[in-house]
């Protein structure tokens, strides 16, 4: 694959701040996830996860980072998340065993909000891990195909793609078996849709803020 000017960590001035940004989005939005929304009456409902709020931003990043630091730039940004994901699991894990002090009260709770479920974990990361490099590898093939133009057919294109690797295999191995099998149907198609409809209403935004970092980038390499 053909790499663009700002494939390499020095000769880029923003490529380390969307990588941080992307790493705390993802970890946020895993937290999130194990709480399940519904919005709707009891007879017709839309079932979601919290993590849907912040983790299509995601995508958006790593669109952003495949977009202009190439295949490599983001597949490192994104194995990155991959490994600090499994590190903050371990984290919550270790103080989740770890003995309450006598006079905290909060177990429970802690428990449940952030307590290591083994099914979440692999479902989170599996989901993650493919729907991520799908969207990157997708995105990257289009550009180098049929090269800068149509921006939105790629961004689009390679969201369709990653996020419904993604939300399938989350979903399968996070609820499978848990909720109704109504209520799979409506999480998966629920969650799929809305993370791409954000990423169609998200364009406007997305258009400028590439631009931005492409104009950032190349005045960066004018004066390195």
Not at 13 to 39: C, E, P, Q
Request: charged share 10%; proline share 4%; with cysteine.
């Amino acid at each position: 694959m053909q790499e663009p000017i700002y494939q390499s960590r020095t000769n880029a001035r923003l490529y380390d701040i969307i990588g941080a940004l992307f790493v705390a989005f993802l970890v946020l939005s895993n937290i999130a996830a194990t709480k399940l929304i519904a919005i709707g009456s009891p007879a017709f409902h839309l079932v979601f996860d919290g993590g849907a709020i912040l983790f299509p931003l995601t995508y958006i990043l790593a669109d952003v980072l495949s977009e202009i630091y190439g295949w490599k730039g983001a597949r490192r940004i994104i194995l990155l998340g991959f490994a600090v994901s499994i590190l903050a699991s371990l984290i919550f894990f270790l103080v989740q065993i770890a003995p309450p002090a006598p006079d905290y009260h909060n177990q429970a709770a802690f428990e449940a909000v952030l307590g290591f479920v083994p099914r979440i974990v692999a479902a989170s990361i599996s989901g993650y891990l493919v729907g991520q490099l799908l969207n990157a590898f997708v995105l990257v093939k289009i550009k180098n195909r049929f090269g800068e133009n149509n921006l939105w057919v790629r961004l689009i294109g390679s969201t369709l793609v990653g996020e419904a690797a993604d939300t399938v295999i989350f979903c399968t191995i996070a609820f499978y078996g848990v909720i109704t099998g109504a209520e799979f149907v409506n999480y998966v198609l629920t969650g799929y849709f809305y993370k791409c409809l954000l990423e169609v209403v998200l364009l406007p935004l997305t258009y400028p803020i590439i631009r931005f970092i492409k104009h950032q980038e190349s005045a960066f390499q004018e004066i390195s």
